[in-house]
C-alpha cells in the first residue's frame, strides 16, 4: 500500500505513534497504558489503528510480552528520530518563551566522563539550571548507534585518526576539544624502580589490567607492547570498569594502561602514580560526535561551550601541579 505525506498525515496521529513508542520502550500494553495514563482497550485501539493503514502487524502478542515485528521496528526506527526533532522543537519554543530550557542526552567514554564532563555539568548548572542533562557511558561503537539512531544527541569520546575514512564519517561529524595522553599506571606503592625505557623489560612480569579485546585501547596496548619489545604479560584481567581497576590497582603489584585526563584525579588523591617509561604516549583527540543534518539547539550549544571552558580549566590545574607537586608529577607529561 503507498502512503502519500497527506495521506499519512490525515490517516495517522503524533499520539499514536507516541503511543506505540512508549509501547515499544515499555515492551508491555500494560505498561504503556499505565505510562500514558490510558485503558488497555484505548492502547490496543491505537495499535490496530496503525496496522490497518500500514495493512501490516506491527506487533506479536505472546504469552511474555509483545515482540515487534521488523516493519514495526521500521516504524519505531523513524518515530524515534520523529520525536527527537518534536522534543527539540518543544526545547526551542521553551528557550524563546522562558529562557534557557531543554534536555540533553550525552554518550560518553571513561575519558571525558571522569576529565571535563563534572566541570561542564558544574557550569552549565550555574548558566542555564532549567536544562537537563542525561548521561549515558558504554562503548563507542554503541554510543555511536544510539546517536545515529537519534537516542543521544551528543557523544564524547576519542576521535579515531582516521575519521575521514570511518565507516560513520558519512552520518556523524566530529569536533575536537582537546589533545589527549595515555599512560602505565600501578599503586602508588608498587615495587617497580626501573625508570625509562629499561622499565619495560621488567613490566610483563606483573599483572596487568587491560580493556577488552575488542576495544580500540586494547589494539593500542597491543601495539604499545610490541614496539617497546615488552613480552605479553602473563596475568592480565580485561575489564572496563573504573572503579574495578582501581580497586585492583591498590595491591601495588598490578599495572594498567590508562588515559591521562582519567588517572589525573587518582594521582592526585594519591592512590596511583604514574610509571616513567621515558616517553610520551599520545591517546589521540577526545572530542564530540554529532548527528549530520540534526540541528543543534540552544540548549546545546550552551552546553558545549561550558565543556570547551571545562577544558581549559582542566589543561590549568594540571599544569599548576605539575609546577608545584615535583615529588607526584616529576616524571609526568604536560597537561591535557
Known sequence: MNHS???????????????????VTSGSLIKAAAALSLTQPSVTKIVQDLEYHFNTPLLVRGPRGITVTEVGELVSRHLRSILVDLRKLNDDVDAYHRGTSGYIQVGTLNSASVAIIPGALD????????????????????????????????????????????????????????????CVVAGGNHPLRETGPNAWKKMHEFPWVLPSRDS??????????????????????????????????QNNRTLALMVKGVADPFIRGGMLKIMDIGEVLDYGDIGCFFATGRAQGPAIQIFLDCLNTSVRRAGARNSIAFETDVPLQAHEPAGD
Do not use: C
Not at 505525506?5 to 509501547?23: G, N
Not at 561503537?141 to 544510539?146: K, Q, T, Y
Not at 613480552?231 to 584481567?237: K, T
Open 216 to 249: 580500540s585501547f586494547r589494539q593500542a596496548a597491543e601495539s604499545l607492547f610490541t614496539r617497546v619489545g615488552m613480552s605479553r604479560p602473563s596475568i592480565v584481567v580485561e575489564s572496563t570498569s573504573l572503579l574495578t581497576n582501581i580497586s585492583l590497582l
Open 5 to 23: 505525506v497527506v495521506s499519512l498525515s490525515r490517516k495517522v496521529k503524533l499520539y499514536q505513534l507516541v503511543v506505540f513508542d512508549q509501547i
Open 123 to 182: 557550569l552549565l548548572r550555574e548558566r542555564a539550571p532549567g536544562v537537563i542533562v542525561s548521561v549515558r557511558q558504554g562503548q563507542m561503537g554503541h554510543l555511536l548507534s544510539a546517536l545515529k539512531a537519534g537516542e543521544l544527541d551528543i557523544v564524547i569520546g576519542r576521535i579515531p585518526d582516521d575519521w575521514e575514512w570511518h565507516a560513520d564519517a558519512g552520518e556523524l561529524s566530529a569536533e575536537p576539544l582537546y589533545r589527549e595522553e595515555f
